[in-house]
């Protein structure tokens, strides 16, 4: 029996033959890498998204920040509006304070009487609001209405007598040479604030909270023994309301040592806002006003009306009814 001498097929000459070879230039190339180009092309759009990733997370943070604070003031407005409606009895008062867990959070609540027209009637009306500044610097305010109930002709007639010995308090007031020192001292207040664009509006209903613990004070104390400490105390707490809009205590030196009570500060600001856009070459978007959030509901509470003031324009027709005792 013969034997075949077998030999195994050169198979790797045939595969050899079949791969073509790949160029000189790209075996370099896979050798050496990416190049210079490849690699700062490749940074440059990491670096955008990058840059996009941040602007989203910005933009989640602040609103994140907002709602928070948003979610804080209206919590408070609620517990100061279920504070009043529990009460069995109002008065006309107003009261405020500052939030502790956080200090940016002011609220305040008044009991007022208001004027219906068509009904012709008064009623005692509560507001609670409460204020906060948002990540772009604006001050934002909640506010919660709630009609309380309606008065009579006999509760209003007191509500007017009550109303010219607060006139009469003020007048006196006015008169000293301390009353003419602040009402001076708030014009120049009131035109910085303009000037620079600050939240005028919300200083004016601060004002107004200041002057009701005045007239409260001198209709308890009068002006004796006392007053002195507690005029002192409301001028520190104006004086902190007017840092807290953002006054730069260098530029009011600056602008009070320059105040001249003919110029209109608020046109100037207006102008110069528009030199800006007019040398910008892409204009800009104002950002929207405050939103509110109102409430109303019945009249629940009965009231206490020998401390309530009556608005200035009430109709001549229906004080003249009062007076008629109907």
Request: hydrophobic fraction near 30%.
């Amino acid at each position: 029996m013969s034997k075949f001498k077998t030999s195994s097929p050169p198979v790797k000459s045939k595969i050899k033959k079949l791969v073509p070879s790949l160029p000189k230039d790209r075996k370099s190339k896979i050798k050496n890498g990416f190049t210079l180009i490849e690699v700062v092309a490749a940074l440059l759009i990491l670096s955008m998204i990058l840059a996009s990733v941040m602007v989203v997370v910005s933009h989640i943070s602040d609103g994140m920040i907002d709602f928070r604070s948003e979610t804080q003031a209206f919590a408070v407005a609620r517990q100061n509006m279920e504070k009043l409606l529990s009460s069995p009895t109002v008065s006309d008062k107003s009261e405020y304070g500052i939030l502790e867990t956080n200090p940016d959070i002011n609220w305040q609540t008044a009991v007022e009487p208001f004027y219906e027209p068509t009904s012709k009637r008064m009623w005692i009306r509560g507001v609670c609001t409460a204020a906060y500044t948002d990540s772009k610097g604006q001050r934002k305010t909640i506010e919660l209405t709630c009609w309380l109930t309606g008065l009579t002709a006999q509760q209003i007639r007191q509500i007017l007598d009550q109303q010219k010995r607060t006139e009469k308090w003020m007048e006196q007031f006015s008169q000293t040479d301390y009353g003419q020192q602040v009402t001076e001292q708030r014009k120049i207040n009131l035109a910085f604030l303009k000037y620079k664009g600050l939240d005028v509006q919300g200083y004016q209903n601060f004002i107004e909270q200041i002057e009701r613990r005045r007239i409260d004070h001198i209709a308890e104390y009068g002006f004796g023994e006392g007053y002195e400490d507690f005029a002192a105390q409301l001028v520190e707490d104006e004086t902190d309301f007017l840092y807290r809009l953002g006054i730069n205590y260098d530029e009011y030196v600056n602008f009070y040592e320059t105040y001249d009570p003919e110029v209109d500060y608020n046109t100037i600001r207006e102008n110069k806002e528009q030199q800006q856009k007019a040398s910008q070459s892409s204009s800009t978007t104002q950002p929207a006003g405050s939103s509110e959030n109102q409430s109303e509901s019945q009249p629940k509470n009965q009231v206490d009306t020998k401390d309530i003031q009556l608005p200035d324009d009430l109709p001549a027709d229906f004080l003249k009814q009062l007076q008629d005792g109907s």
